[in-house]
């Protein structure tokens, strides 16, 4: 069955500190996995996927499916980085194409 | 705003009332989805369209839970009789089918809230 754990419900870094948002998953197949952002009062939003290999407001995730792992990191924290994130994979196959499925989420807080 | 747009934002309702929430995708959106989150949780999915059909629809969506897509635009999902324990937060999010650079990324409205007490 798919599932997504995040294990750290809570996450708190200072400014300026590396920062690691952990994220495992269990797929039978390939998955498609993202990082969503939610700031405080608005709406979800992706960050980030893991085909776009891409980095956005410095934070990068890379796919280890040998770990089953799409952890988020980010060098140097921001206090603009403090959001709930969530880890989202998406089905890929048969019937439940398409729907996602989130982690529980960790709730990051950079102080000053 | 060209976003996903959801109806009322909020709605606070009394156990065995019937509620209607109501979700607009953003335009040219195939795809529409339903999902719902409560506290401490992150969002579980309900049901998905794809223009008017319904493809999908979880084991979570009781019998009391209906949603329609009548012309592949808006959305609208109903709950019937309603319990306390369907307090949540009800997120729609659409997705365009064809290829590009967005394909499959989902774009969230930003929920309606439902208090049964």
């Known amino acids: 069955a798919q599932r997504v754990t995040q294990p750290e419900k809570l996450l708190s870094v200072f400014k300026g500190a590396p920062v690691e948002l952990k994220c495992n998953y269990s797929?039978?197949?390939?998955?498609?996995l993202f990082w969503y952002v939610q700031y405080s009062r608005q709406r979800l939003q992706l960050l980030l996927r893991h085909i776009s290999r891409e980095s956005i407001k410095g934070f990068t995730a890379d796919l280890n499916k040998g770990e089953t792992s799409f952890h988020l990191k980010k060098p140097f924290a921001q206090e603009e980085d403090s959001a709930m994130y969530y880890c989202a994979l998406r089905s890929g196959r048969g019937s439940t194409l398409g729907r996602l499925y989130f982690g529980r989420g960790t709730q990051l807080t950079v102080w000053p | 705003d060209t976003g996903v747009s959801q109806d009322p934002r909020h709605k606070i309702t009394k156990r065995g009332q019937n509620v209607t929430f109501r979700c607009d995708p953003i335009s040219e959106h195939n795809r529409l989805y339903w999902y719902r989150q409560t506290l401490g949780q992150g969002p579980e999915f309900l049901t998905y369209?794809?223009?008017?059909?319904?493809?999908?629809k979880s084991r979570l969506l009781s019998n009391r839970f209906s949603a329609e897509r009548p012309k592949g635009s808006f959305s609208t999902l109903e709950i019937q009789r309603t319990e306390q324990g369907d307090s949540a937060m009800y997120l729609c999010a659409s997705s365009p089918i064809a290829g590009g650079p967005e394909k499959n990324i989902q774009y969230f409205g930003a929920g309606t809230r439902l208090s049964v007490l």
């Open positions: 797929y039978s197949g390939s998955p498609e």
């Open positions: 369209f794809q223009n008017e059909a319904q493809l999908e």
